[in-house]
């Protein structure tokens, strides 16, 4: 039987709301818990749009992630 993957956008869809704006240590506490939650894909920003991105993804690299990889890992 074929696996349903699930790819979340959160970090980089959810950061479009007017008003929403989610720091560094907000990205990785998000990221820990969608790890957590088993999603298999995390896209976390879109590299080099910002200031905070290229961080992001340095810092992510470091987290002890179980489940979850970046969509542009592979």
């Given at each position: 039987m074929?696996?349903?993957?699930?790819?979340?956008?959160?970090?980089?869809d959810g950061s479009q709301g007017e008003g929403v704006n989610f720091s560094l240590e907000d990205k990785l506490a998000i990221t820990l818990k969608l790890d957590e939650f088993g999603f298999d894909y995390i896209e976390?920003?879109?590299p080099f749009r910002t200031r905070k991105t290229p961080e992001y993804f340095q810092r992510v690299?470091?987290?002890?992630?179980?489940?979850a990889k970046s969509p542009r890992s592979e």
């Open positions: 074929a696996r349903i993957q699930i790819y979340d956008t959160t970090l980089r976390g920003a879109i690299a470091d987290l002890p992630l179980k489940h």
